[in-house]
C-alpha cells in the first residue's frame, strides 16, 4: 500500500465523515487529547467528497487532519481501514474508529413506485447536487414524501433554483402547522401518495397521485419530481464491521448512550444514528457527546462490560441509543428517540422494567415518525436489571 503525503496513518482516532457530527467530534477530540492537544495528526478524517464542509474548519483549527477524496471502503482490522484517494489505496491503523457517516433518502427504485423510468426523478439529497453542479431541474417541480416537515427543503432548494413547486403531496394525514406554514403559497396535499410516473422519450411528463384515504386518483404534469424523506442510514462500513444494528431499526448501529458501537473502540454519531431525524446542529451535539467516551477508551478506561437492553414495542419499531450502562451518561438528546410506523397524534407512554413500572406520561403530539422519549422517563431504570421496554398507546382514534 503507498501513502499519501501528509496523512498520518495511525492516528489516535479516525472520523469517518466530516459532516456536522465527524467535524464536531474530531474538533472535540484533537482540543481535549490529554499531553499533547492540538498536535497535528493524532485525530484524521476522512471524507469522501471533493471538499469536507465548513464544519470541518474548526476541526482542522483543533488540530485534525482532514483528508477529503478520501473513501472508507473496509476494514483492515478491528479499527483499521481501507482507504481509497486518488493518489492510492491506504491502510489506516487507529486506536479508536467514530462512524460519522450520516444518512441517504431511499432512492426511487428502493419505493417501488409503478410506471415509466424518465429523468427528473429525483431525491433531496440529489436535487442539492444538481443544482450545486449548476445543472437544470425543470420548471415545474412535484415534491412528495412522508412528512411536510420533510418536503419544505426540497421546495426551498426548487425555488433557489428557479423552479416553482405545482404540487407538495405528503402522506401524512395532518403536517405540522410549521411546516405547513414554511409551505405556504405551494399547493399542498395531505394523505396523497406518488401511484405512477408517467414519461415519455426519456423525460418526465407528469405524475399519477393517489388519495389513500378515498383511493381517488388523479395526473398531474410536471417536469421534476423530488421524492423526500424515507431515510436510510448509510451504514456499509457498520455492516461490513459486523456491528450489531439496532433492533427493529432500518440498518443503524447498536449503540449506547455513551454512543459506542458494539466493537470496543468503535463509535456512532449523528444521521447515521438517527437517519432523518435533527438538525446540523443536533448532529453535531453527538459528535461533541463523543469526546469524553473516546477519550476515556484512549486512557485505557473500558466502559462497565454490562449493558440493560432497551426494547421498543409498537406502533414503536426502534429506538436509539437502545443501551444503558452503569455509569454512562443520558443521551444527547435529551432523551431517547423513538420511531414509529406512524405519526402518534397523542403517544401515552409506559416505561416498564422487570415487574416495575418507571414511568407513565402523555407525550406531546408528533407530526412526523419520530417520537421522543424524555430522559427522566427512565430516570429509575436499574442499569443492573432487566430489559427496558417502552410502549405506547395512541390515545387519539386514527
Ligand atoms: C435538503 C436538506 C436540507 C437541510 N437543511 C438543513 C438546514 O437548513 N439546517 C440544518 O441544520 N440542517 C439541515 N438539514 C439536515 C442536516 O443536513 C443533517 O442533519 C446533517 O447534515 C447530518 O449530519 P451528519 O454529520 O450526521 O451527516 P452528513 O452531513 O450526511 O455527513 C456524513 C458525511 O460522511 C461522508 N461519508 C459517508 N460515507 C463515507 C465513506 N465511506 N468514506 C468517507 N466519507 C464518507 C459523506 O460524504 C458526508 O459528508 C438538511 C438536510 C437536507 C437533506
Redesign the pocket.
Known sequence: MTGAPGLPLTPDVVV????????AAAAGIAEALPGLPGLPGRVLV????PE??G?AARAAAAGAVVRAE????GWAGPRALE?TTPQGLLRVDARAVVL????R?RPRAARLIPGDRPAGVCT??Q??RLVAAGQGVGTHAVVAGTAAAAVW??V??LRAAGSRTVLAATTDSAPAGWALRALAGVPTVTRCRISRVIGRGGRLQGVEIENTATGQRRTLACDCLVLTGDWLP?N??ARAAGLDLTPGGDGTPLADTALRASRPGVFA????LHPGW???????R??VHLVAPVTAWLAGRAPAATAVPILAHAPLRWVTPALLRPGDPPPPYGGLLAWADRPLRLPRLTVRQDDRILARRTLPPRPGPVVPIPWRALARADREGGPVHLRVTDLTPR
Open positions: 469517518v465523515g466530516a459532516g456536522p457530527a465527524g467535524a476522512l471524507e469522501r467528497q469536507a464542509t464544519h478520501a473513501t472508507v471502503t482507504v460519522a457517516t450520516g444518512a433518502e433531496t439529497g436535487l442539492r427543503p426540497a426551498r432548494v448509510e456499509e462500513l454519531a449523528g444521521t447515521l435533527g438538525s446540523a446542529r443536533a448532529a453535531a453527538d459528535g
